[in-house]
């Protein structure tokens, strides 16, 4: 019976993976929590594995505020900005959305991503029960001559829950926020830890059944 039972657990981690995240609601939590404020030299490193088994690790630094003029953006504020390795970097508003990605940019090249508008990953400031919807449309701009690729997506997202959760050996308290998208029919889980000033973990699930996540391994801070 123990061996059946242990066969069981072994499917059904092949099988679900990511699916099982352990952790305690915070039954007696009511707080709210405003928008984070980082140093230079923050960085944040993350595990990254998917449902085929594949591996890699993901460091994101946090390197100041610039101004950027790309396209529509042109005569913006300054945005706060994450380098990630390899070079992309991230730019968020002052409310910490996600207006666009700088992937590669060189000589007759040039590789973006617009969020229009600015994906609201999270709304601050944050407390248990919150909700919000915004229609979203992601541009690409790549290659020589650039030429750029739009999708449309309806995000909805909710602040489930205050949980403890275990992250490689680690416990952090966190916001679990479910995200979904009726058009794609995708869902992703994001746990936004307020210490950290970021998730300390995300899953997407895919329409097909797979998945990939991401999960905090060290957080430096300055």
């Given at each position: 019976m123990k061996r059946m039972v242990l066969l069981i657990c072994f499917v059904l981690f092949l099988v679900?993976?990511?699916?099982?995240?352990?952790?305690?609601?915070?039954?007696?939590?009511t707080g709210i929590v405003e928008k984070p404020s980082w140093a230079i030299g923050e960085r944040?490193?993350?595990?990254?594995?998917?449902?085929?088994g594949n591996y890699r690790t993901n460091i994101i630094?946090?390197?100041?505020?610039?101004?950027?003029?790309?396209?529509?953006?042109v005569g913006k504020d300054s945005y706060h900005v994450f380098l990630r390795d390899k070079g992309t970097k991230r730019y968020f508003t002052e409310d910490f959305h996600w207006a666009f990605t700088l992937i590669e940019e060189k000589e007759g090249w040039r590789d973006y991503e617009f969020f229009d508008p600015p994906n609201k990953y999270f709304e601050f400031p944050l407390q248990?029960?919150?909700?919000?919807?915004?229609?979203?449309?992601?541009?690409?701009i790549t290659g020589d001559?650039?030429?750029?690729?739009?999708?449309?997506?309806?995000?909805?997202?909710?602040i489930l829950d205050y949980v403890r959760i275990m992250i490689n050996g680690k416990s952090?308290?966190?916001?679990?926020?479910?995200?979904?998208?009726?058009?794609?029919?995708?869902?992703?889980?994001?746990w936004y830890s307020?210490?950290?000033?970021?998730?300390?973990?995300?899953?997407?699930?895919?329409?097909d059944g797979s998945w990939w996540q991401e999960e905090l391994i060290n957080y430096e801070q300055k």
């Open positions: 679900g993976g990511c699916a099982q995240t352990k952790e305690i609601i915070i039954r007696d939590w944040w490193s993350y595990k990254v594995t998917d449902s085929q630094e946090y390197i100041g505020k610039e101004g950027k003029y790309v396209g529509k953006y248990i029960g919150k909700s919000w919807q915004h229609d979203l449309v992601t541009t690409k001559p650039p030429v750029p690729r739009t999708g449309k997506c309806v995000k909805e997202r909710r952090y308290e966190a916001f679990k926020i479910e995200e979904k998208c009726q058009i794609h029919k995708t869902r992703q889980v994001i307020p210490p950290v000033k970021n998730w300390v973990k995300r899953v997407w699930y895919n329409a």
